[in-house]
């Protein structure tokens, strides 16, 4: 009679969650995260997050392109923080500390990292690829380390920020009207 396998210990829940899992979970199913550029601000980012499995060994990593056209990020320094979100309420799940790398335009890196990212770039017009060749940045995030934040050990503080006051959005008189503005449409009564 052939020996019966130990059945695996279960998990020893004081250890905390599967860091690995639970970022490769809420990288992969979402489409958005933020980037927290120290003293720079947190910016929302889509992404394309691409596993290990392919002959460059990257390992798990989130690339995001910038630039005319795409979305607004500044210089990235080579240590950031990643908040990944979760798709269940879209709130913040893990803070981890990642390492921000540049590509350089129409390297073999640029090109698959490029293939990547052209499925996941929704509503695209033409061709996107010759359109970030041309004018934009793309870079490599990849999280490491221990989580800064993780479920059940989150600061105390929403990260809400203030909203920053803005100019008027009309910049000009309004319209003239031939026997002036309805009065139903001005909210006002006589």
């Known amino acids: 009679m ?10 020893d829940p004081s250890a905390g969650p599967d860091v690995t899992r ?7 199913k979402s489409g958005l995260l933020w980037i927290h550029v120290p003293g720079g601000g947190t910016h929302p980012v889509w992404h394309a997050w691409h596993d290990d499995g392919d ?17 607004s990020l500044p210089w990235l320094p080579t240590q950031v923080e990643v908040i990944l979100r979760s798709k269940d309420s879209g709130g913040r799940l893990l803070t981890m500390r990642a390492t921000a790398e540049e590509l350089a335009t129409g390297s073999p890196e640029w090109e698959a990292a490029a293939e990547v990212l052209r499925p996941e770039r929704l509503n695209a017009t033409g061709d996107v690829v010759e359109r970030w060749r041309q004018g934009c940045t ?34 000009r008189w ?3 009207h031939w026997r002036g503005r309805a009065r139903a449409r001005r909210n006002t009564t006589p």
Do not use: F, K, N
């Not at 639970?22 to 992969?28: G, K, P, R």
């Open 2 to 11: 052939p020996e019966e396998a130990a059945p695996d210990p279960a998990p």
């Open 138 to 171: 793309i870079h490599v995030v990849t999280p490491h380390g221990r989580p800064v934040e993780s479920p059940g050990h989150y600061e105390d503080g929403s990260g809400a920020a203030p909203v920053r006051p803005a100019g008027p959005a009309t910049t």
């Open 174 to 176: 309004r319209p003239w």
């Open 22 to 28: 639970l970022v490769h979970e809420a990288a992969s």
């Open 55 to 71: 002959s460059r060994g990257t390992g798990p990593a989130a690339y995001v392109v910038s630039g005319p056209g795409e979305q």
